[in-house]
């Protein structure tokens, strides 16, 4: 699935609000259950922006590297 550029760069920073969100609600709410719950999603939102944002960072990394341009043999090459 191909998302548009805006929303793909927006899209670590929405999950490191969920995970910061996750993590407060684990530290302030007295239920042992919900705060097991809102920790671990805390830490998955977490996991997903480090994930989206350093493919982000390696995907750059190799388009500034390769340009896409082909290699040209030369026509001696053909015999």
Known sequence: M????PLYELLP???VAIGTCGFVLAYFD?????????????LLAGVAA??????????????REYTGETINFPSSLSR
């Open 50 to 63: 480090l994930t989206v944002f350093l493919h982000r960072q390696d995907h750059r990394a190799l388009s």
């Open 2 to 5: 191909r998302l548009s550029r």
């Open 13 to 15: 920073l929405l999950y």
């Open 30 to 42: 007295p239920s042992r259950g919900r705060s097991i719950v809102a920790f671990c999603i805390g």
